[in-house]
């Protein structure tokens, strides 16, 4: 099984609204990540967790706050939202050898996205 | 910093013909993988293939294979017996196996693939 789910499929807010997304896996996968897709460009990192802690943060703004409750759940939560982080927001995750100092990573199996737009 | 290029903003084939997707990368490590992966309308991101650098022998999955060229830093796609499903937009990515880069992948620009009935 290589399923990874995600919450909602779609989500319209406000530029003052607060929401949050969820992604959940269970291939006790221990590297989780968050990406944003425009459409007809490739996928853009913007978080990685490893071993529930977060290892990269790819300059993304603080109105995205990611959280990794546990090793199956990974959430991004939403505050103050521009109306150009419109979005495809993907939610991957891949096995990691090491205990989170940077061991060997194999596959990432994607979730099938949030569609995201702020008004 | 490692970088995946392709070529063919637009590919086309006629059902059941054979099309090839081109991808080139740079990189100074010696241990990575390569990956397609496949963005239907749908918008999920699907895993067609998959190769390890340290593997001669060439992926294959069904109707989907590559030409890996270590050498070259080359790394096609061939589907053979196109079908309609497999009009979409492909992928071609590169991640570090190990190392404090967390198996980031680097994408290419895509390529979008039509198939003709």
């Known amino acids: 099984d290589t399923e990874v789910t995600q919450t909602p499929k779609h989500l319209v807010m406000g530029m003052t609204n607060k929401k949050s997304l969820k992604c959940e896996q269970h291939?006790?996968?221990?590297?989780m990540y968050w990406y944003k897709q425009k459409a007809k460009k490739p996928p853009e990192l913007m978080f990685v967790?490893?071993?529930?802690?977060?290892?990269i943060n790819e300059s993304v703004p603080s109105r995205f706050s990611p959280e990794c409750p546990n090793s199956s759940l990974l959430n991004l939560h939403l505050h103050a939202l521009q109306p150009e982080d419109s979005a495809l927001y993907l939610c991957?995750?891949?096995?990691?050898?090491?205990?989170?100092?940077?061991?060997?990573?194999?596959?990432?199996?994607f979730g099938p996205g949030t569609r995201l737009t702020v008004l | 910093a490692q970088t995946v290029t392709q070529s063919q903003p637009e590919m086309s084939v006629q059902e059941a013909e054979t099309v090839t997707l081109s991808c080139t990368y740079d990189?100074?490590?010696?241990?990575?993988?390569l990956f397609w992966y496949k963005q239907p309308p749908s918008r999920q991101m699907i895993l067609v293939i998959r190769?390890?650098?340290?593997?001669?022998q060439n992926a294959t999955e069904n109707r989907f294979s590559v030409n890996f060229q270590k050498a070259a830093k080359s790394f096609s796609l061939k589907i053979s017996d196109s079908q309609l499903g497999d009009a979409a937009m492909y992928f071609c990515?590169?991640?570090?196996?190990?190392?404090?880069?967390?198996?980031?992948?680097?994408f290419g620009q895509g390529t979008i693939l039509t198939v003709h009935p």
């Open positions: 990189t100074s490590e010696s241990d990575y993988y």
């Open positions: 291939m006790g996968h221990r590297a």
């Open positions: 991957a995750s891949s096995q990691e050898e090491g205990g989170g100092a940077g061991g060997r990573t194999d596959t990432q199996y």
């Open positions: 990515a590169y991640s570090h196996a190990g190392g404090t880069s967390y198996g980031k992948l680097t």
């Open positions: 967790y490893s071993y529930e802690k977060l290892s």
């Open positions: 190769q390890e650098a340290y593997k001669q």
